[in-house]
């Protein structure tokens, strides 16, 4: 339980009253309570207000804030308030703003816009820090503190340079070892001085976001920053343990946020939470897997939903309102996947700047008779009923797919072979195969013990870091299924080529070669051509984007290309290794195959289906004390049916006794408790 | 009159004889005489060539040209030629140059170039145009002052910054209020010094153009660099008065052009002069309104045609020649909605730099058996007939189309609902829509006088400025007509929500309340079903864009939402108050939609059409001394027939007497003289 | 022949063993014997290896290997090293590093990256030249100097700037001859002292690349930019020539590169060198087009094939491999057209940095038995038992078709009249519609002598250079046969337009006159219809882009447009002149029209195709001493025939001797040796 004082799924989101005047906080009191709502995040944005110059501190708008909240039963989230300095502290010490990618100095504007390496910046962060946590650390209403703000954005200072020549030093020890890890001898970049090195941006190494001349300094810059940025954290995070030790402390996440290394952020973190802002064309799978994504940071233990809007966003291009029911289904499925929290952004809607037109609970006509208020109000109430008792249940996947931020930092900073390729994209395609078929996996790390799992998935797992081949081999060795593709295993965790033949350490488990890699033009596509029928596979299936052209060397050969010079050549293979086997899939194929591939695997290792459902529903368990609450959520706007199997599971949010064929509503939710499914 | 020294539709352009040697001065002088040329543009880009150093002004040149030209019948209009700083000033006063919106200070080059809050280029400016003023202010070829040229483009250097310092004091007076006004407590940006405010752009709160955090600072840094630009224009515009009193000022606008708002402008211009370049494929009746919005700047004044080209741009991607024709039938446009001048850029053709293929009267094969100069020529010819008989003449709408340009900025700014909201295709499509049945409007200002007109539309009005509200029910409680649309009536004048409600201040004249609003994504679209039939409306019309989701208060419902979830919602709503009506448009409706409620509004309040006539025809009258001179312009390659009504008309290019069905040649013109049209 | 050392197409390519250790060596001399390698391009980027700071060099390194690789048989073509400076430079000298277009000075990165004006760069890299020719001058080993690598880019410093203005006071003299030459009287741009002028780039006059307020500063710029490169290249040119007189110096080019006048670099050059880097999708014909540009620098004197890829390239979007046979047939085709070299970037694979995923004969795998290797062995072989016998032979073309930088650079700054005109896509088209008939043209400046040639082609000729006019007149006079199009003879090399009708100083041959220049709109086209039948040419074809309107001023009318209001206006006209022609095409016209116009003009010259084949078969011969070498080149999949007539040739593969229908396999190659085709 992230804090037993409130013993249920947290209900309620941002709160920034500081924004309008006292008479409205009257109504505020009165619409949390219509609504159910009994945590409010506040602090957020406050610093300038709670720190109005160098030397002055000023909690009494806070104080009462925290007070008058908790008198009307509402807990809080309390925010360090350091997601942005304050606009004396870049007009006196102007380090503390950033130099962006393209070398330009900012000065004072937006948010999230600190030099993480300024030691001005990081003295003031930590010392507010330390201060809320001394005033407020035995407050009643408090429940959990809210690190800084969505960290995010790199910075090319002078500053972040010269401790990114510390870091390096730490890292590498002698330039010796740093021009080797680096390939300096490429280009003649031999660095001799450790001043000598700059920091990879537009004026040095790199373009276009993601282009660079040097993979190795870039992607060592990226580890960097969100190092940098996780100091920032942890100063802020040492600073309150100092004085609360009790309070889960977090900071809000983003998702597949690319910039941040989270799986390395999550250990510092008491309790994940993050913040869902799916648009209207959103695969509800995608948000499905980043769900799973979150859940997985922290080995499967439950999340916050830290922020989502009750409505529509205002920052995407076309910004639509959630249809009437989505809110309470996306919620839910929040909730499915380990949330145990449901908050929002925001609970009032502010009257000026950016985000007037972002949703909120309070509409800026104030009153509660609005669709979004009553919407939020009969989930609030539904959220009082369920109580403490989906709390810290947990998933159950039988399932693995690997996900890494430094793979995908090396594979977006690749040249060649296609631009095209997309990590994010080419994981999803295989956790939507199984979504599709109402099979769980779970969203894990490299560094995650792979035998819980009777199945690892590691789509397009380019860099392979020490140890990590070695454990895919004790995995299958032991009878583990292993499945990985094309472009993978190709280098080391410093983005240098593994050579003697591709895919490198995964050679030999996967017994075959990749002698080349074809990169297909936008609009041409290869067959992959099953070599016989094999369960739910026959005939041929297209693919596209990349085509390894391998080589057997011990695996069997499922099917090969179709089309092209490499016609006949192995575009799927297996390879029996120890008690388990291991899968290559040589090109990116189309969904059906997929759907078919991971159904035969899924068979093979006595992995069913929670529910046989039509495509859009989405079916998930939560597991707790040796009970199951299955999760139904209709996705269409049509009734749907699922045939849950025989046994008697109760609706918890209905209270009916169901087996068999249950309907589940337009846009609605069952939750059904009962035994476990799949165990 | 315009200056009667030259009482007629001056007839020339934009003259830079600088630009070559005296042999072909003569020449000149030739083919104006051929071509009917009796006013030249000149001095414009000239600072270099008579302020050659600090200290030397040299006027020599100029003295002989102005005399030339007056001597063979060509009257100047003079430019003060403070449109772009000579390059020893640059180098000299380095401040003179701009920074940029990404915070790049400029070096010498380019027009438009000087920093208008740099106290050296402000001094060398007014104190060159008054020198001019001095030394030409009796010339008898002199008829109007041309000052500077085409200002446009914002600074963001310290000086500019300091001044809008300055300029937010005297806005605001406190920085309370000012902290209120551009809510800075939202991302606490609280400022608690003056000194602390910077210039918002791509190293603040701006990026990609027109997106900010701080849509309040945003928009006031639009005024504050519209009236820096405005500032230079009016130090010019004194020095010229102190000595020169009874000539016209003017500088040439650009129609829609968004940086400047010229309803402010406007209040310091003698007559307003504007430059019309449209493509091949602009819509005419963008043209047209554009035309409109000029005459509309001074209620309703005649204007200077400043510059058009005779065949071709440069300057477009795809420079089409005009067709013939087509320069004759545009520049009558021109005239018909209020210009009492066709000038031209340019009189003769550069040789060199980026202009060199932009049309001219004179182009560079230099002699007259060209096509260009016999329309040009044929067209000087006709306007000599018409001597003074359409001076003066103005409009006589019944309808007036309100155009905001703080209502522009500030929709361009804000983040959400949608980047697809362009509103001067918003307004086009309601002028289009009584254009396209030859019925007049007038572009109006927000501060314009309502009770001129029987109907007012405005729409997207999303600012609503003190007093415009009671305005605007005062007109509809006497009996106006009223018409807004979606996403109106949003925000005060410092872009901060109208809390209680939408559409705000607008609310109790519409009888409505609207409580969300939707945005559509590309390719989407709803229906707009007509509750019963209605005049030239019947069953369902397409709509896209915003669907804004109302409640009738009081309003009659006459159409509603084909589809969705707000089916059967209301679409179109109106309400009766006082005498009057206002009718709320709560989409964006197709062309036929529009066209059939126009048309429905116009017969209720017993609005005519002109003529009837098929699509292709334009027309308009200008009204003189109890006269009207309809014009009916065909826009067509074919000829085409209007119906002109019982009464005798005169063509006053033809001579002819006609009644009853007209021929207007293709690309022709007809200018109708008789009794006054729907008056 | 470039060296006789090595009396054969030489057969090897880029080789940087300083980034791997010493055991891969000696796989690499094993690899090089099979592969039949005999040339290494070494040293190009070590120069932070060789001089690892400012006063030390250290060529330990770089003497064993030359040792090494003689002692294998592979001679080596030695680069200076100067591409990129080393990191300690840039740091010790920041003024080596250079500022960009957009004024932002560059930190240490990248390569191609020093300031050319930067005298400590110029200093050092001089310094290392001579270093370099003085200690392996007389090595046996060493057949060709390789100066720095690519050069590219501009400078935009204040280096720069200062070295500018000493560039124009040597070519303007004065400032008013510099002002006349960029008109700087259009916008006040006077400059009255040289210290005035600044770079013109996005801080001044230019944005987005090619657009500039002023053609003549930019175009001089270039000009400048392109002379400050090949002022360093000569530095070292003649650093190395002091000691290393009689070992040839080049350095390698890019094809159609725009930045750089390679024809004026060509003067310098003992042998033209390029790099040759198609995409699955360019077009041969562009590629056969690039290497007789190549070819035609030095006035058709063979060069060096100095890049390839053996398989795929890095930096493209979508890297697709090529496909089986093509590395030879692509080599082949430059062998065909000039080439004495078939050289590869890169003989191993790096393992790190942007270029680790570029084709090598050596892949990663860093065995022989790969697709690549094997056909890199194969031709290996292949060119080993050609020998000596197509070297010093040349082409032997009647057709000429100029290109020329200077008006690439005019054409691309130009402001109007459209922005899809593509001077090296007008080239091609003329270019390929010879190709596609089997016919030569050689590529040439317009320095050349024309006398050589029957035709001489000039598409788009919009600059035309002090004598050029005069020289095309004497060659029609003489009886050539010249063409050229729309849009040429408007300006002269300072882009002043040439007053007096249109096309100027080619009026006269041409006998016409253009009016006017129609810009036609994306997706509109007009006809170009024949005035009677006319050869292969009949009816009408389609023509967009540009059309002028002109008048025949003695010429004869072949064709006119069929639609528009310039319909029956002349599209085609020849002029007779002396004893020649000059035929004038007014309009872009589809390739089906060109084939037809080029073969009735060849017909009429007695210009006959090589051979009589199928689309897909490109042919073209190399002659030397009387003897004709013509190559046949299928590039498509399946075998296709050509009619090499009735005399008996020698195909110098296979040995066979063929006559009258030959076959050429799938990708296939053939060179038949015979008497002289067409000659």
Redesign the interface.
């Given at each position: 339980m992230i804090n037993d004082k409130l013993p249920k799924i947290w209900y309620g989101g941002d709160y920034?009253p500081?924004?309008w005047e006292a008479p409205e906080w009257a109504e505020d009191e009165r619409m949390f309570k219509l609504a159910g709502i009994d945590v409010a995040t506040i602090n957020v944005?406050?610093?300038?207000?709670i720190q109005?110059?160098e030397d002055t501190y000023d909690f009494s708008t806070l104080d009462e804030l925290i007070d008058r909240l908790y008198k009307n039963g509402t807990y809080v989230c309390l925010a360090t308030?350091t997601g942005?300095h304050?606009?004396?502290m870049?007009?006196r010490y102007p380090e503390v703003t950033r130099v962006d990618v393209?070398?330009?100095?900012?000065?004072?504007?937006?948010?999230h816009n600190s030099n993480p390496n300024s030691p001005v910046f990081r003295k003031f962060a930590a010392k507010l820090a330390g201060k809320l946590a001394e005033r407020y650390k035995d407050h009643p209403g408090l429940v959990a503190w809210h690190v800084s703000n969505e960290f995010s954005g790199y910075d090319y200072s002078e500053q972040s340079a010269a401790a990114f020549r510390v870091w390096l030093q730490e890292r590498y020890g002698t330039l010796d070892t740093l021009n080797k890890a680096?390939?300096?001898?490429?280009?003649?970049?031999?660095?001799?001085?450790w001043?000598?090195?700059?920091v990879?941006n537009?004026?040095?190494?790199e373009w276009n976001g993601n282009r660079?001349?040097?993979?190795?300094i870039s992607l060592d810059y990226r580890r960097f920053m969100s190092n940098s940025l996780l100091e920032c954290y942890k100063l802020e995070y040492n600073a309150i343990k100092e004085h609360s030790t009790n309070i889960p402390v977090t900071t809000n996440l983003m998702g597949f946020y690319p910039e941040l290394d989270y799986f390395e952020w999550a250990k510092h973190l008491d309790v994940i939470s993050w913040d869902n802002y799916p648009s209207?064309?959103t695969p509800v799978s995608l948000t499905a897997m980043t769900h799973d994504l979150m859940r997985g940071l922290k080995n499967g233990q439950p999340f916050m939903l830290m922020e989502q809007t009750p409505?529509?966003?205002?920052?995407?291009?076309?910004?639509?309102?959630k249809?009437?029911g989505v809110m309470r289904l996306w919620s839910y499925q929040a909730v499915a996947r380990g949330a145990d929290t449901v908050l929002f952004f925001q609970l009032r809607?502010?009257?000026?700047?950016?985000?007037?037109?972002?949703g909120a609970v309070i509409?800026?006509?104030?009153h509660e008779h609005?669709?979004?208020f009553r919407e939020c109000a009969e989930l609030g109430k539904e959220l009082e009923q369920l109580g403490s008792q989906l709390l810290d249940a947990r998933g159950q996947a039988e399932i693995g797919i690997i996900y890494d931020w430094e793979n995908r930092w090396a594979l977006d900073l690749?040249?060649?072979?296609?631009?095209?390729l997309d990590y994010v994209n080419e994981v999803h395609k295989y956790y939507d195969a199984l979504y599709q078929q109402n099979i769980e996996a779970d969203m894990i790390s490299v560094e995650e013990n792979l035998s819980k799992y009777k199945i690892v998935i590691a789509p397009v797992l380019y860099m392979i870091k020490p140890g990590f081949a070695a454990k895919v081999e004790a995995f299958v060795q032991a009878g583990g299924t292993f499945i990985t593709t094309y472009f993978s295993g190709i280098v080391n965790e410093?983005?240098?080529?593994t050579?003697?033949?591709?895919p490198g350490e995964l050679r030999k488990v996967l017994g075959i070669?990749s002698?080349?890699?074809?990169?297909?033009?936008?609009g041409m596509s290869n067959e992959l051509v099953m070599n016989k029928e094999w369960g739910a596979l026959s005939t041929s299936y297209t693919c596209d984007l990349l085509c390894d052209?391998i080589h057997p060397e011990g695996a069997e050969v499922l099917a090969q290309y179709g089309t092209d010079?490499y016609k006949g050549m192995p575009a799927l293979t297996v390879n029996s290794f120890g008690e388990g086997k291991a899968y290559y899939v040589a090109t990116s194929p189309e969904a059906r195959f997929l759907q078919g591939f991971l159904a035969n695997l899924c068979a093979e290792q006595g992995i069913q289906p929670l529910v046989s459902a039509p495509a859009g529903i989405e079916s998930v368990q939560r597991v707790k004390d040796g009970m199951s609450y299955l999760f139904l959520l209709n996705h269409t706007e049509g009734e749907l049916s699922a045939d849950i199997g025989t046994a008697v599971r109760t609706d918890i949010l209905g209270g009916e006794e169901l087996k068999g064929t249950v309907v589940v509503p337009s846009r609605g939710v069952l939750i059904l408790k009962g035994a476990l499914l799949n165990g």
């Amino acid at each position: 339980m992230i804090n037993d004082k409130l013993p249920k799924i947290w209900y309620g989101g941002d709160y920034n009253p500081e924004q309008w005047e006292a008479p409205e906080w009257a109504e505020d009191e009165r619409m949390f309570k219509l609504a159910g709502i009994d945590v409010a995040t506040i602090n957020v944005f406050s610093w300038a207000l709670i720190q109005p110059s160098e030397d002055t501190y000023d909690f009494s708008t806070l104080d009462e804030l925290i007070d008058r909240l908790y008198k009307n039963g509402t807990y809080v989230c309390l925010a360090t308030a350091t997601g942005a300095h304050p606009a004396w502290m870049a007009h006196r010490y102007p380090e503390v703003t950033r130099v962006d990618v393209q070398g330009r100095k900012r000065k004072f504007g937006g948010r999230h816009n600190s030099n993480p390496n300024s030691p001005v910046f990081r003295k003031f962060a930590a010392k507010l820090a330390g201060k809320l946590a001394e005033r407020y650390k035995d407050h009643p209403g408090l429940v959990a503190w809210h690190v800084s703000n969505e960290f995010s954005g790199y910075d090319y200072s002078e500053q972040s340079a010269a401790a990114f020549r510390v870091w390096l030093q730490e890292r590498y020890g002698t330039l010796d070892t740093l021009n080797k890890a680096w390939n300096t001898r490429f280009w003649g970049h031999t660095f001799y001085d450790w001043e000598e090195i700059v920091v990879p941006n537009e004026l040095s190494e790199e373009w276009n976001g993601n282009r660079t001349n040097f993979q190795g300094i870039s992607l060592d810059y990226r580890r960097f920053m969100s190092n940098s940025l996780l100091e920032c954290y942890k100063l802020e995070y040492n600073a309150i343990k100092e004085h609360s030790t009790n309070i889960p402390v977090t900071t809000n996440l983003m998702g597949f946020y690319p910039e941040l290394d989270y799986f390395e952020w999550a250990k510092h973190l008491d309790v994940i939470s993050w913040d869902n802002y799916p648009s209207l064309d959103t695969p509800v799978s995608l948000t499905a897997m980043t769900h799973d994504l979150m859940r997985g940071l922290k080995n499967g233990q439950p999340f916050m939903l830290m922020e989502q809007t009750p409505s529509q966003q205002n920052w995407q291009p076309y910004n639509s309102l959630k249809r009437p029911g989505v809110m309470r289904l996306w919620s839910y499925q929040a909730v499915a996947r380990g949330a145990d929290t449901v908050l929002f952004f925001q609970l009032r809607r502010s009257i000026g700047a950016c985000e007037k037109y972002h949703g909120a609970v309070i509409e800026h006509v104030g009153h509660e008779h609005t669709r979004v208020f009553r919407e939020c109000a009969e989930l609030g109430k539904e959220l009082e009923q369920l109580g403490s008792q989906l709390l810290d249940a947990r998933g159950q996947a039988e399932i693995g797919i690997i996900y890494d931020w430094e793979n995908r930092w090396a594979l977006d900073l690749s040249s060649g072979p296609s631009v095209a390729l997309d990590y994010v994209n080419e994981v999803h395609k295989y956790y939507d195969a199984l979504y599709q078929q109402n099979i769980e996996a779970d969203m894990i790390s490299v560094e995650e013990n792979l035998s819980k799992y009777k199945i690892v998935i590691a789509p397009v797992l380019y860099m392979i870091k020490p140890g990590f081949a070695a454990k895919v081999e004790a995995f299958v060795q032991a009878g583990g299924t292993f499945i990985t593709t094309y472009f993978s295993g190709i280098v080391n965790e410093n983005d240098l080529v593994t050579v003697g033949g591709y895919p490198g350490e995964l050679r030999k488990v996967l017994g075959i070669w990749s002698e080349e890699i074809d990169a297909l033009l936008p609009g041409m596509s290869n067959e992959l051509v099953m070599n016989k029928e094999w369960g739910a596979l026959s005939t041929s299936y297209t693919c596209d984007l990349l085509c390894d052209l391998i080589h057997p060397e011990g695996a069997e050969v499922l099917a090969q290309y179709g089309t092209d010079f490499y016609k006949g050549m192995p575009a799927l293979t297996v390879n029996s290794f120890g008690e388990g086997k291991a899968y290559y899939v040589a090109t990116s194929p189309e969904a059906r195959f997929l759907q078919g591939f991971l159904a035969n695997l899924c068979a093979e290792q006595g992995i069913q289906p929670l529910v046989s459902a039509p495509a859009g529903i989405e079916s998930v368990q939560r597991v707790k004390d040796g009970m199951s609450y299955l999760f139904l959520l209709n996705h269409t706007e049509g009734e749907l049916s699922a045939d849950i199997g025989t046994a008697v599971r109760t609706d918890i949010l209905g209270g009916e006794e169901l087996k068999g064929t249950v309907v589940v509503p337009s846009r609605g939710v069952l939750i059904l408790k009962g035994a476990l499914l799949n165990g």
